[in-house]
């Protein structure tokens, strides 16, 4: 199993912008999902934006228009650009691969980076 590994964390201000990556050399993005889910203290594991094989994307829609997921194959690498973050953001971001079905259920996925985390200020 391909190991994943995230990165880029930090704390911002609210407003401001973080890029997250997930490297995971061999994952197989031409075959496989990969998602980012997040976890804040208190609350379940919800996905964020999911990217499939064909390049389509998902986004929560308490994301849409300010997260955006993208993959550089030849770098094996899934980035996370968040943009205009708010406080409710805050939370341990996860990357998560080797989905059986590629949607927002947690359970699905066999394959879990280790987290970073994003704290956004106000």
């Known amino acids: 199993q391909v190991q994943l590994v995230e990165s880029g964390g930090g704390s911002v201000q609210a407003g401001g912008s973080l890029k997250l990556s997930c490297a995971g050399p061999?994952?197989?993005?031409?075959?496989?999902?990969l998602a980012w889910f997040r976890q804040a203290p208190g609350k379940e594991r919800e996905a964020v934006a999911i990217i499939w094989p064909n390049g389509s994307t998902y986004y929560a829609p308490s994301v849409t228009g300010r997260f955006t997921i993208s993959r550089v194959i030849a770098a094996s690498t899934v980035y996370l650009l968040m943009n205009a973050l708010e406080p409710e953001d805050t939370a341990i971001y996860y990357c998560a691969g080797d989905s059986t079905a590629c949607g927002t259920w947690d359970g699905s996925y066999n394959n879990w980076g280790q987290g970073t985390q994003v704290t956004v200020s106000s």
């Open positions: 061999g994952y197989s993005y031409s075959r496989k999902c």
